[in-house]
C-alpha cells in the first residue's frame, strides 16, 4: 500500500470518527486550542516587542557613539563614579578637532521649561539644546520648515525647531513657522517642525523643542550636562573610531595611565545585548507557560486516543485480518490524533487573530505568517507525539485477540 | 505441491500455571480446489486451526507451509502480506466496519493491497454483483440483513482472488433458510476452483463439503472424503430423494 494511499483512507477514517464522537472530540480539542491560542499570542507579543524595540534603537543609529558621563551598563559602584566631571562643550569641540573617523559630532544639552504661546502653555517641556548638524546623527527629518543652521547654532537669533506632539498642541489650525514662542521667558522664533517618531510602550517621545545649544547654555543653564553623539564614517570602523575616541578623551580629561576611563562611550549595541538577555528570560517564560498548556492539551489527546484505540480493538482486528500492516495501523491513528490537533490548531488561530488585532494597538505588528505556521505546526507535533503511544498499542496488536474483542 | 502442508502443529496456551493444548501435533495436507469442513466439539480447537490458517496466530511448534512458503518463519508484515493476498476471511459476527458501507467494505483490501481508487472500485462492485447486492452497494452493514452483511463478508474475502476461503461458522448466526444462501455460494465458488475451509459444528453445513476433518481435544479423530456430499442443486430435486 503506498504511503499516500494510506494517507488518505487514514483521514477519511479519522474525520469519520471525529464526526461519530463530535462533543467527546470538540472537548478534547479545547486544550489544544488553548495551546495555541497561547503559542500564538505569546508569539505575536515577542515579535511586536521585538519589532517596536527595533524601531526605537534604530533612531539611536547602529554608527553612532554616545560620550557621556557614565557606561549604560556597567557593575560600577555608585559612590565610586558619582563624583566623575562633566562633559561638556568644550569637550566636544576638542573631540571635533582631534577625531578622525567620525562623519558628525553632536553635542546635545537638556533642561526642562515651561513653554508658552499665546494663551496655551505647557510645562516641564523637555529642552534639546544642540548643533545643527544634530539630525545627521539622529536621523530624524523635519516635516516642515527648516532645521537650524551653522550661524544658529554659534548663537545667533534664538530660534527653535518643534517636536510634533508641541506642535500640534500648540498650533491646531495654524503654520506654526514664523511664529513666536515663550521658552522659560525667551522669546524663540519657530523655524521648523520634526516629523513624528515612532512609539514604543510610550517610549520616545516627540514632546521637545530643539534649540541651539549656545541658547542654552546663555539661557537655561550655564553648565549643562552634554552627551556628545559622534556619528561613525562606516559601521564597520566601530570599534576603532571608539578606541581612537577613548584616547582622545583620556587625553582631554587627562587620566593617568593604569587607571580606569570617567567616562562611558556608549552604543546601540550594549542597549541591544541588554534588551536580548530581558527578551530571551522573556521569551524563556512565555514558552515555559506556553509548553505548559500544550503539555495539557496533548495529555488530553493522548488520553482520548486510548479511549479510541480500546473501544476500536475489534475494528483493529478485522483491518489486521484484511491485511493491514503494523505501520498502517500505526499511521492511522497517528493522523486522528493530528487531525484532532490541527482542528485545535486552526479554532485556536481563529481565537487568537482578533486578540492580535487589539494587541497591535499597544504593540506594533499583528499575527504573523510564521507565527500562524509555527502554531499549526505545533499543534500538529503535539497531535504525533501524544498519539504515538496509543497507536503503538494498536499497532501491536494481535489479530486473533482484537477480533476476539467485543 | 500442495496448498497448504503442516506438520506437528502445536499451539498451546499459558494461563496462569496450567498449558493448555489447545492443538496438538496436528498434521495435514490440503490440496488446492478442496472443499473442506472442519468439525468438533466446542473448545476442540477448530478456530486455533483456523487462524494459524489464516496466519491470523502463529504456532507455537510445527511446521506450515502455504504455496511451498514457510509461514511459520515469517514476520508481522509478511503475515500481514499473506493474510492481505492469500486468504479470505469469512467471520461467524461478519466483522464488517460498521461505519463504512458495503462497497467500502470490499474496497478495503484492495486499498491495502495498493490498487489505485477507480480499479478497486470497479473490482469491488464486480464482487457485490457477484454477491447479488448490486443494489445494496451504499448501504451500511446495519442497513442489511444477517444473510446479506454475511454476503458483503464473502464478497470482501473474494475480491483479492484469494489462494483460500476460510470460514469460521459462516452460518452461525444466520437461520437455515440464509445458511443455505451462504452455502450456495461456497459451493458456486467451489465449483470454479476456489479452495474452501469451513469451520461448523453443524452436520448440515458439514455435508456439502467434500471433505471433512473432525478435531476432539486439540487432535485430529478423523479425516475422511465425504463420498456423497450435498450440493444444493440436489436440494431441488430433495423431494425425489426421499
Ligand atoms: N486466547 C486464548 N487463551 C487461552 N486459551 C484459549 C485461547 N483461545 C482458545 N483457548 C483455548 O483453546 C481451546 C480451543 O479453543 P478454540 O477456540 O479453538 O475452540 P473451538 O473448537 O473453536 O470451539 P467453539 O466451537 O466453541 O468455537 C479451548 O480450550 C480454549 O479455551
Ligand atoms: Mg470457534
Known sequence: MTLGAEITESLAIALAALRANKLRSGLTTLGIVIGIVTVTLMGTAIEGINQSFKKVVSGLGTDVLYVQKFAWFSNDEWWKVRNRRDITLATARAIERQVTMARVVVPEAFSRQTVKHKNRSASSVAIVGTTDQNFLARGFSISSGRFMSAAEAEGGRPICILGADIATKFFRNESPLGEKITIGGNSFEIVGVMAPFDKFLGLGSDNHVLIPITQLKSMFDLRPEVQILVKVLDVKMMDDAREELRGILRKIRSVPPGMPDDFGINQQDAFIQRFNQVGGMLATVGLFITGLSLFVGGIGIMNIMFVSVAERTKEIGIRKAIGAKRRTILIQFLIEAATICLFGGLIGLAIAFPITLVMSKYLSGTMSITVALVGLVVSLVTGVVSGFLPAWRASKMNPVDALRSE | ?242
Do not use: W
Open chain 2, 1 to 242: 505441491m500442495s496448498l497448504i502442508y503442516i506438520k506437528n502443529l502445536t499451539r498451546l496456551y499459558q494461563m496462569g500455571t496450567e498449558t493448555i493444548h489447545a492443538l496438538r501435533d496436528v498434521s495435514l495436507t490440503i490440496e488446492q480446489g478442496e472443499y473442506l469442513a472442519i468439525m468438533g466439539p466446542s473448545g476442540s480447537g477448530k478456530s486455533t486451526l483456523m487462524n494459524l490458517l489464516g496466519c491470523l496466530d502463529t504456532p507455537s511448534s510445527g511446521e506450515f507451509e502455504l504455496n511451498g512458503s514457510k509461514v511459520s518463519e515469517m514476520d508481522d508484515n509478511q503475515l500481514a502480506e499473506i493474510r492481505n493476498q492469500e486468504i479470505g476471511f469469512v467471520f461467524q459476527s461478519f466483522n464488517l466496519l460498521a461505519r463504512s458501507d458495503a462497497l467500502h467494505n470490499v474496497e478495503l483490501p484492495l486499498i491495502y493491497a495498493g490498487y489505485p481508487a477507480e480499479e478497486r472500485r470497479q473490482m469491488a462492485m464486480a464482487a457485490l454483483e457477484h454477491v447479488k447486492l448490486g443494489d445494496r452497494v451504499h448501504h451500511k452493514p446495519n442497513e442489511l440483513s444477517g444473510g446479506q452483511r454475511q454476503r458483503v463478508a464473502i464478497a470482501r474475502a473474494l475480491v483479492n482472488n484469494p489462494s483460500i476461503i476460510l470460514a469460521d461458522e459462516p452460518t452461525g448466526n444466520l437461520d437455515s433458510r440464509t445458511g443455505v444462501e451462504i452455502l450456495s455460494l461456497f459451493e458456486e465458488l467451489s465449483v470454479k476452483g476456489n479452495t474452501i475451509i469451513v469451520v461448523t459444528h453443524e452436520e448440515d453445513v458439514a455435508r456439502h463439503a467434500r471433505r471433512i476433518i473432525r478435531l476432539r481435544d486439540g487432535l485430529i479423530a478423523s479425516d475422511a472424503v465425504n463420498e456423497n456430499p450435498f450440493t444444493i442443486q440436489s436440494l431441488g430435486r430433495e423431494p425425489e430423494h426421499v
